[in-house]
Each structure stands twice: as C-alpha cells, then as structure tokens.
C-alpha cells in the first residue's frame, strides 16, 4: 500500500487519563527514536508505517528507501532490493500522500508532474509558472500544463490555489473549482482599529489554499496556516457579518472532521488541526477556574528559587513547527533588559512588571516575520515524567459576534483562546508580501496570572491565564510613530472570606464606636447643659463618630497591613498569596476613609480649643497706698498702689507658647521613619515577592511595591517610633530634662496666678495657682527666699484644699455660676458686635477693663467661697467616672471641683491630643505615599502640613488667648 512510500498523516493517538485536565506528555523531536516522527498536530512522537523512518529533523516522515536525483530527475529505489524500481502494490494518488506527508526537495514541495509509477523517470524537471494574478512565480502542480503566457492551466474543473513552502516561495495545488466541502470565495479583508480596512496580500495568497488542503488532504501546515490567519484577525467568529473568514473555515473544517476524533481527549483540539479555543462553545472562562490543579507543591524561603516553566510551541506563518521555546530570555517579553531581569519574571511568587515606549519602525525591522506560540506550563506529573499544562489566553481584541466578550467582568462570558503572537507585520501587507505593511498588531498587554487554590496549605495553585491586548498601529511615519507595551505576571487568591472578616470586623468596631461616640455625646448635653436632643446634638454625634470611626478603619487597615506582612512574607509553604492592585481598592479605601474622617475629628478637636473661654484670675493685692491729685480741683487722694499686669502678660505668654508643644518631635519622627525606611532598607520589605530583604538589587525594579505592605510596614514603623517618643518623654525627657506643662504650673503659682478654662458651657478646668506666700510682685532677693522656703517645707502647700498639694482640677459648673460669668462679659459681645456703636476707643477700653477687674473678683470670690449661693466643693472622681469620661453627679447647688493629678487641661492642647496628631500625621504620610509611591515626598508633604495647622493653631489661639482674657494680643510674643 501506500504507506510503503509515505507515512500517512493519522496514527494513533496517546490519550491521557479520562479526567479533563488539558495536559498531554512532554516530548520534542529530539525524543523521537529513527521510527517515529514528531506530529506536529499532537504535540508528540508517533511510529512510522512499515519501511518508513522520519527525516532528519524528525517532522515528516519518508520512505525507507533511498531517493536518486538525475538531472532533478527522481528515481524511488527500494530499500529492500537496492538498484530495482520502486512499484507500489496498488495505485495510489501520490499527490494526495506526498501532500499528507509533507514530504520537500530542496525545501520545496514535490508538486511536479508525473507519469506512471512504472520504473522510468516518474517526474520530469521542475517546472515554473507565473500564478494567475501574476505575482508570484510557484511550481507547477501535478496533472498541470503550462499555457503560452507562462501560467499554469489546472485540468478542467479545476483551479489552482497556492501554498507557501519552507524558503517562503510558492507552490501550486489544483483543486475542484467547487468544491462540496469549502465555499469558493473566502473574506481577505481585515478590519484594524478605527475602521481602517486593509485586503490582505497574505490571505488573499494562502487562506483558502491552506483550508482546502487541511480539509481535503489533511495537510499539517496547511491546518496549522489556517490556525494562524484566524489567530491574526483575532480569533474572532461573526457567522453573520463575516462567514468566511479564517476562523469561520476552521470552525467549518472542525466541524466537518469530527468523525476523525480529538486529541489527547480534548474536546476542542481536533486530530491534524490546531488547538485555537479551549472549548467549542462560546463562555468557558468560569469552568477554567475549576480546574485540577498542578500536583506541583509551591514553596519559599529553599536554597534555589522555584520557577514558573513555561514552554512555548513556536510556529512560522506559513504553518511549520520550528521549535520548543522557553519562556525565559525575554521570548514572550517586547520590552528590552537586561537577563536577569527578564527571568525575574517567572521566578514563583514574585509579582512583576515591565513597560516600555517602542518605534514601530525597529518593531518592523525586527518582526519582519511572524511568529505564533503555543504556551504550555512544564510540571512533573504523578509518575514523576514531565507533562504539559495548556495555558488559555484571554484575548481582550477578540469578537465574538460583534461583542468584544472578554472584556467584560463576568467569567461566564469569556472566549478562551491558545495561540497567541507578539507582533504582526505580515496580514497587513495590502499590495504584495514584499510592501511595508499598511497596519500592524502588537501585543502592547500581556498579562499572566496564577491563582491559588482556594483554601490550601499545601502551595498548589490553578493553572496560569494570560490575559493579551493588542493595539493597531496604521503605518503612516514609522520613525516617529511609538507604542507603549507592557507584560506583567500577577499572584491572586480568592479573598472572600478576608473580605467578609473585614467587613465583620468594621461592623462590629464601628458598632463600639456609634456606642462610644453615644456616651461622648451624652457627656457633651451635660456639659453644655443641654437637656433636649436637637439638630446640634446630632451634629456633635457625628462629629464624635467620625473621629472614633476613624479609629476603627485605621485599626482595621494596620491589621490587615501587618497580617499580609507577616504571613505572606513569613511563609514557606504557599498558602497565601498578596492581593492585586484591583483587590486593594478596598483597603485603600478603608485608608483613605480613615484619613478623611481623622481629618474631620481633627478640625473638630482644633475648632474647641479655639473657642474656649479662658481667664487669668490674679491673686496679688496692692501694697499699701499711694497719693494722687484730683485733676480740675487740686485736692489730693490716696489709692491702692496698682499691681502690675506683667505677672499676668508672663504667664499669658507661657500659655500661648504651649498651646502646640507635643510630647513627640514631629521632625524626629520623621527623619527616623524615612532612616528606617529608605536607609535600613525596611522599604523593601514591601515588593511583591514572598522573599524577606532589606536589600534591594538591579532586578527588584521590576517587582512592583504592594500598597498594602507599603502602608504595613510604614504604620509599624511610623507607630514605634512615636510610641518610643512618648514612653522617653515621659520617662526620661520631662522627669530629667524639662517638662514644659509641669513647668507652667509651676509659673502659675511663683506668679500668684491661677487659669480658669471653660471647654464646654459647664464643664472646665482649673489651676491653681495662688501663692502660697500671699504675694508674687517682689523682688529677686524676697522671691528667692519663697522658693527657699517651699523648698525646705517651711510654708503651706500650693493644693486648693489645705494640706494638699493637687493644683489642677476638672470643673463642673452650676448654670447659674456660668450665667453670672456670661453676664458680666456681656458687655464685651456688645462692643465686638458689628451693629454696636462706641463713641470712642476710650470707652471701649474702660468697659474692657472693667470687664477684666469685675471678672477678676467674681472669679476670686468664687474661688475663695465668698459667694454663699455658688459655692463648691473638691471631690474625686468614680472609678466609673473615670473610665467612662463622664460625670455621673450633675452640680445642682454647688459646683464641683474633681481633682485631675492626670492633668487633662492639656485635652485643650496639642499635647493632650497626641494620639490624634500622631495618627493624622501617620495616615497623610501614608496617603501621599501610596499615590505617589515615594517615602522622601510623602515625609517632606507631612513636614509641610504640619507646620501649616501649626501656624493656624498658634495664629488663632493667640487672638481667643487675647479675646478671652482681655490682654492685648500685642503683649502676645
């Protein structure tokens, strides 16, 4: 028979299991042993028929007899019966077998004429035509004559098509003008982007020769030909609009070959064709995921990083098998660099990115040929034998009936694909395939994700998925024309349950906030003295839930920062993976809320402290009398010697001055963050690879921060340093050095001045400050032996009670104490209204200093229980009180006085409000960064913005010091 002469196309095909998993064994030509070939259809090494052996690069098969060449000439010798002719045993149409089997001379088809198979000269010298549209020149085919214009004439009813060969000329094939199997006009038109239509030279050439002789002949590069035409326009199918097209024949061809079976068991992979879809019908996307996983066990932290195989089947344009092609070199990647960081790319765990700005003139000059690429992933399999894993392709350009399918979210819509090529300047070539292209594709997004297996401990994951985009490009200056291209290879895991223990999480916190931020409200109404729930009690709510939800967002997002630090960064074995930039967006929005409403509580905090009322309450009386004449009359008074205000002036300025002192140093803090970050190399902690370095090398460029470990790393550092601020302020600093609150309460008394504060209607805070000498006004030598005296405990203690030493209180006010205090500043409201007229400054003086005076003794009095019915008494506060931030007792009859050794006045400060300017200033450097990715700018922005609410702070607590107090803000350094 026929296979004596040719090894015919079809042989047996090596199954896998009967479990879908699109793998199949791992073979090369190089496997195949000198009686089997490499089918190029299969993927594998398959015998060869009887006197048969494979050719010299094991892709076709040819008889196992030796081929004589006379004058090109060709004598089929026996191998058997070495000198006798060759005769088959049964006539065979050898054009059809040499078409199956592929067999060359010379690099070229053997499509000559030939006589009868009878021992003499079967063909005669080869024989060259013009083709039809007079293009190109092919080889006649068998049973062709050529006419006296130099083309060749096809037998009647017949017409001749063309084929590419291995040197890239052409040869001729005559087939039945109609055919049964295949229409007789096919779609060479390509539609690029922007509507830009282009009739390709190539399509119009090879297209319809190559379907017929898949179909007809079951020719493999003619089936692999058609594969690739479908693959340049996208692998897009439109019954309607383009019935035939390239995909739209191989869908016929498909179609009509089903009684020859599939390979290795897969549905969509059909015997002789190609492998271009990874399921006959249209939506497979969501089954993929549920695929087997590999039995590969990914792990970390070993002496030899695991790599990601993937290994390419790399085909020309005209069809042929050149070679098995590892991934690793830069193969799949457009963008130039240096080797190791390409390979970084496929080292397992590490998250990468490259982009890149090309010419489209060297992607013409270094593309000038096509290349198609199957990829697989290389695993070893349960018998330990080296198998391959399919990858499917996510085309994002493909159509399917119009419908660009894979863009969409949802899985179920998708069309996946399998053959994918980098650069296409061969469809676009409209004249002849000599032209410069009129459009070309390239793959600008390449994208390769690997997910884990859901639930796992034991580091397997689902095969990987490439996602690819193209862009057109119309030539028009290639010199000047550029594109941006990009490849990637990006981790993900199935974050449900992460997100619903978030949500859990910020449910059940925000739920303690709302009760928190009730209590605090609560506390408010009875500090203001505000029986009923209004408009103004809802807005205080909200602006005290903002501030503890604040809290709870950055609670939130510092533990999921710290939890992906230390698990994913920590672990050996593969059970977690990062997740991707589209996964942050929740946590950057829980940051970036967490920022806003810190924000708020911040304005809020910083609006109190703005308004509260405040008085020095002087305790110096005059010292004896002094005499003054009456002006006009000329008699002569005395008068209490006027005490000085300087007293007064001095510790006003105290007070100003510790209005934004902090118990950090907010430069400190961030010299010694951006030292540990950028400096000790903590910042590289944050890269997206599973490896735990403070060093950076050449190749991590390309590995691409998490935001999320960028902002772990950052709060941790940030909140450790300032946590060891405070704990040697107030260990060390203020107990050896200088503590500048202690310090003015210290003032207070040397100066025989006390401070009342009104933060709330009713509700303050008191220092005392009278001297406990009964005088301040003195001079050096008097008031050194004060101190003296204090020192040795030859006088009282400076306490409010006898015999105490405690000089700052909390106060809770009766109203009718603050009613009176109102009434006798009212006339300064008057004078400060905008409709009140004064007659002259002079006036505006002295009722601002009879203001001053009047409140001066009614506050004195107070202090000194001279006024029977507002009277008051010192107490301590409940446990309960205490814990609770509230006060549980209102003052009815007398105002109460609780003894605050904790020195809460300061809540009135920048410095009682550390923990908010420390978080503020924490989530603003951690904004800026994870917008700009830059730890220098983000500490240099935090610098700015801390000294910007530090000068509005001090500018605006200077006038409500001058306002309140009644001192005159130019007296205010």
Known sequence: MATRVLCLLLALIRSPSPSQSFSLPFESAENCTKKQWFDISQMICVPCGPHQHASDDATITAADARLYTNNANIFFVDADEPGSPFHPAEPVNLQQELLKAEVFLGGRWLFEELSDLSGRVLVDGPHQAVTQDGW?????????????????????????????????????????????????????????????????????????????????????????????????????????????????????????????????????????????????????????????????????????????????????????????????????????????RLNIAYIFGVTYQQSCTLSVSKLLSKYDKNHFYDIYILYKGEDGEDKLRAVAIRNLNLQYNGKFVNRDKMMNTWYLTRRIFLVDTLSGREMNLDSQPKAIRVASHIKISVILVPNTLQGKVIPPMMTISYTDIQIQNPEQQTVSVSFSVEYQMDLITAFQNTKIALGFLSGLSAIYSMIKTATWKKRVGSPMIDIPTVLKFLLFYAGDLANTFFIVTFGTGIYWLIFFKGQRVLSVLLPTPNQEIHFISSVASAFTLKFIQLLHKLGNQLTVDIFFIDW?????????????????????????????????????????????????????????????????????????????????????????????????????????????????????????????????????????????????????????????????????????????????????????????????????????????????????????????????????????????????????????????????????????????????????????????????????????????????????????????FASFLTYVQQKIFQFIRNAAGRKNLAAKTLIDERFLL
């Open 136 to 340: 190109n020149c092919i080889m006649c085919p068998i049973g062709a004559i050529i006419d006296n214009n130099g083309r060749c004439q096809c037998p009647s009813g017949q017409i001749l098509g063309l084929l590419g060969s291995l040197d890239g000329s052409t040869g001729g094939l005559c087939f039945l003008n109609r055919p049964k199997d295949l229409t007789s006009s096919v779609t060479t038109d390509i539609v690029y982007g922007q509507g830009l239509k282009v009739s390709s030279a190539w399509f119009a050439t090879h297209l319809k020769a190559s379907a017929i002789a898949c179909l007809r002949f079951a020719n493999l590069t003619a089936c692999q030909a058609v594969g690739n035409m479908c693959v340049m326009i996208m692998n897009s199918i439109d019954m309607v609009t383009t019935p035939n097209d390239a995909c739209t024949l191989y869908d016929t061809i498909f179609k009509k070959t089903v009684s020859l079976g599939n390979t290795h068991s897969i549905p969509s992979w059909r015997i002789n064709l190609p492998w271009l879809y990874f399921d006959t019908q249209y939506g497979f996307g969501n089954r993929l995921i549920d695929q087997e996983p590999f039995q590969t066990i990914y792990h970390f932290k070993s002496s030899k990083h695991m790599e990601l195989q993937f290994i390419l089947a790399k085909y020309d344009a005209q069809g042929f098998f050149l070679k098995w092609e590892k991934a690793t070199g830069g193969t799949l990647q457009l963008c130039p660099d240096t080797l190791p």
């Open 620 to 936: 110096e009386r005059p010292k004896g009398k002094i005499v003054k004449s009456i002006a006009g009359g000329g008699d002569i008074k005395t008068a209490p010697a006027p005490v000085s205000i300087w007293r007064t002036y001095f510790v006003a300025n105290e007070w100003n001055n510790i209005q934004t002192i902090r118990k950090i140093n907010p430069i400190f803090q961030l010299l010694t963050v951006i030292f540990f970050l950028e400096i000790a190399g903590f910042a590289n902690l944050a890269t997206m690879d599973p490896y735990s370095k403070l060093t950076s090398s050449a190749e991590s460029s390309a590995i691409p921060p998490s935001r999320i470990l960028r902002f772990g790393v950052a709060t941790t550092i940030w909140l450790l340093v300032g946590f060891m601020q405070i704990i040697f302020c107030a260990s060390i600093y203020e107990r050896f050095v200088e503590d500048r609150i202690s310090q003015f309460i210290d003032v207070c008394s040397v100066s025989n001045i006390s401070v009342i504060i009104f933060s709330h209607k009713c509700f303050g805070y008191y220092i005392h400050g009278r001297s406990v000498h009964g005088h301040s006004d003195t001079n050096m030598e008097e008031m050194n032996l004060n101190l003296k005296r204090e020192a040795e405990n030859l006088c009282g203690q400076r306490g409010l009670v006898p015999n105490t030493e405690i000089e700052t209180f909390q106060i809770f006010i009766t109203s009718k104490l603050r009613e009176q205090y109102d009434k006798i500043r009212e006339p300064l409201n008057w004078i400060r209204s905008p409709g009140h007229l004064v007659n002259n400054a002079e006036d505006a003086v002295e009722q601002r200093m009879k203001a001053y005076n009047t409140t001066n003794r009614f506050l004195g009095s107070f202090i000194d229980h001279a006024l029977r019915d507002m009277d008051y008494i010192v107490q301590d506060k409940l446990l309960l009180e205490r814990i609770m931030g509230m006060e549980l007792h209102e003052p009815i009859d007398k105002t109460i006085f609780y003894n605050d050794e904790k020195l809460s006045f300061t809540d009135i400060l920048y410095y009682g409000n550390e923990e908010t300017l420390l978080i503020f200033d924490m989530l603003f450097f951690c904004i800026v960064d994870l917008a700009t990715q830059n730890f220098f």
